[in-house]
């Protein structure tokens, strides 16, 4: 599942529920933080915080039930 806007077509975003979709826009500075730092710390920093909440927010759980658990028998 797509969770991140640039991995979504500009169709799946139209289908969007607007009463109930949540956006987080985390928007970070572009500046020198002195000389042993990239210029992108700021927006650096945003990435990992915003992989943290989607983790947090609504995990996927990879799921597979297996035939054998089923009743299912050869």
């Known amino acids: 599942m797509a ?3 640039e991995e979504l077509t ?3 975003i139209d289908a969007f529920n607007r009463e109930e979709t949540i ?3 985390p928007v970070g500075a572009t500046e020198q933080h002195g ?3 990239p210029v992108g710390t700021d ?3 945003l990435k990992s915080v915003l ?9 996927e759980i990879p799921l597979l039930i297996t ?8």
């Open 3 to 5: 969770r991140l806007l």
């Open 10 to 12: 500009s169709e799946a």
């Open 23 to 25: 956006v987080l826009l």
């Open 35 to 37: 000389k042993h730092l």
């Open 43 to 45: 927006t650096m920093i």
């Open 51 to 59: 992989e943290r909440v989607l983790k947090d927010i609504d995990p």
């Open 67 to 74: 035939p054998r658990y089923t009743g299912w028998q050869e």
